[in-house]
């Protein structure tokens, strides 16, 4: 009896080993994966996190990553200040945070580390990993790579300075507001001592020059099978435009020759050529776009149809690398037969939210450019 007690003690300590032994080796590869997280945004700006369209799910992801940052830290006593010290925020900035204002003071941190042109999002998880922080880094695992996995877009085909560096560019937001108090404001006080900021002086009158004339408008069309009828009907109405004359209209049906040469070139070519992409949104083109067969050859002979998804991508990316979510080139229709679900389903890309309906384009595309400058 003696000897089974001794055995099973014996039995029982091998066991609790190997369950430690397991237990710190899934500990390990944890903490090596929670580590490895850095990489997968470090050209990431942390503008991003400010980014607002909970419509959007490119949208909702970047607020899910802020607001758990700001839960997390903010859940822990003076954590915003050990974070704020990593990221190279002052300690006169910190009090001012701490005595003056009644601002989270984890949000504050953010917005003041976010005024740096190199406030990527990866040197916030360096922080937590300094701090050995992985009750944090856990929490935003998920949120921050469903977040970078929108714009993670490696074969995106736009360059927005038009050269291939090898090196991703860091993804910020453009023209996003500074909300700080002056205190805290980097842009007040830069302006305030730039030396090179061009003092105001009197300029002798200039006399006025002709404007340029102006080349005529392009607009590429885009659209599925199912779009086809709307495209012809776009065709028709602008060929009929007398006021705004020599409005071109380029579909990849009608420079089928063009296009077969080197489909991507041409495509990217009149992509910046052109002065408005035109998506024609039907459910067709959304099935396209969301399909989960993307690297799947489209045999169709319909060149449009065939390359909505290529299209797609760089409407994506000029949306978000170029314009920093501002939509300057794209104007999309709804056709006049949409129904509620379409509605619903469009309501999921913001770079897609249509401009204007099929009954309507005649009329408001031909207002829209006499305006433009």
């Given at each position: 009896?003696?000897?089974l007690c001794e055995?099973l003690?014996?039995?029982a300590?091998?066991?609790?080993?190997?369950?430690e032994?397991?237990l710190?080796e899934?500990r390990?590869?944890e903490?090596n994966?929670?580590?490895?997280?850095?990489k997968?945004v470090?050209?990431?700006?942390t503008?991003?996190?400010?980014y607002?369209?909970?419509?959007?799910k490119?949208g909702a992801?970047?607020?899910?990553v802020?607001?758990?940052?700001v839960?997390k830290v903010?859940g822990?006593?003076?954590?915003w200040r050990?974070v704020g010290?990593l990221?190279g925020v002052?300690q006169d900035?910190?009090n001012?945070?701490m005595n003056?204002l009644k601002?989270d003071?984890?949000d504050?941190?953010?917005k003041?580390?976010?005024?740096?042109?190199k406030a990527t999002?990866?040197?916030?998880?360096?922080a937590?990993?300094?701090?050995q922080?992985?009750?944090?880094?856990?929490?935003?695992?998920?949120?921050l790579?469903?977040?970078?996995e929108?714009?993670n877009?490696d074969?995106?085909g736009y360059q927005?300075?038009?050269?291939?560096?090898?090196k991703?560019?860091?993804v910020?937001?453009?023209?996003?507001?500074?909300d700080?108090p002056?205190?805290l404001?980097k842009?007040i006080?830069?302006q305030?001592?730039?030396p090179?900021?061009?003092?105001?002086t009197l300029q002798?009158?200039?006399?006025k020059q002709?404007?340029a004339?102006?080349?005529?408008?392009?607009?590429?069309?885009?659209y599925?099978q199912?779009?086809?009828?709307?495209?012809?009907?776009i065709?028709?109405y602008?060929?009929?435009w007398?006021?705004?004359?020599?409005v071109k209209?380029?579909?990849?049906?009608?420079r089928?020759?063009?296009?077969?040469?080197?489909?991507?070139?041409?495509?990217r070519e009149y992509?910046?050529?052109a002065?408005?992409i035109v998506p024609?949104?039907?459910t067709g083109?959304?099935n396209e776009i969301?399909?989960n067969n993307?690297?799947?050859?489209?045999t169709t002979e319909n060149?449009?149809?065939?390359y909505?998804?290529?299209?797609y991508?760089?409407?994506?990316n000029?949306?978000?690398?170029?314009?920093g979510?501002?939509n300057?080139?794209?104007?999309s229709?709804l056709?006049?037969?949409?129904?509620?679900?379409?509605?619903?389903r469009?309501?999921?890309y913001p770079d897609?939210?249509?401009?204007?309906?099929e009954?309507n384009?005649?009329?408001?595309?031909?207002e829209?450019?006499r305006k433009?400058?």
């Open positions: 009896m003696e000897y055995h003690d014996e039995t300590s091998v066991d609790t080993l190997q369950l032994e397991f710190r899934q390990a590869a903490i994966r929670l580590n490895y997280l850095s997968k470090d050209y990431l700006h503008d991003l996190l400010y607002r369209n909970i419509k959007s490119m992801a970047c607020y899910e802020w607001k758990t940052i839960k903010g822990s006593p003076n954590c050990d010290h990221l002052t900035d910190l001012y945070i003056s601002d003071p984890v504050m941190v953010l003041v580390f976010r005024q740096n042109e999002i990866n040197k916030i998880v360096d937590f990993i300094k701090l922080r992985y009750d944090i880094l856990l929490a935003i695992e998920n949120p790579c469903t977040m970078a929108y714009f877009k074969d995106s927005s300075d038009g050269k291939i560096t090898g991703k560019e860091i910020t937001l453009k023209n996003l507001p500074n700080l002056a205190a404001n842009n006080v830069l305030n001592n730039d090179k900021r061009p003092k105001e002798p009158p200039v006399s002709e404007p004339e102006k080349e005529s408008p392009i607009l590429f069309l885009t599925a199912d779009g086809l009828p709307t495209a012809l009907n065709q028709e602008v060929s009929n007398t006021e705004i004359p020599n209209v380029i579909t990849l049906n009608n089928r020759e063009e296009t077969y040469q080197n489909p991507e070139k041409f495509i992509f910046e050529k002065d408005y024609i949104i039907t083109y959304i969301t399909s993307k690297n799947i050859p489209n060149l449009d149809h065939k909505v998804n290529f299209i991508n760089l409407i994506v000029n949306y978000i690398h170029a314009t979510c501002l300057r080139k794209v104007r229709v056709p006049q037969n949409a129904n509620v679900d379409l509605f619903s469009m309501t999921m897609l939210l249509p401009w204007t309906y009954t384009f005649d009329e408001q595309f031909q829209f450019l433009e400058p």
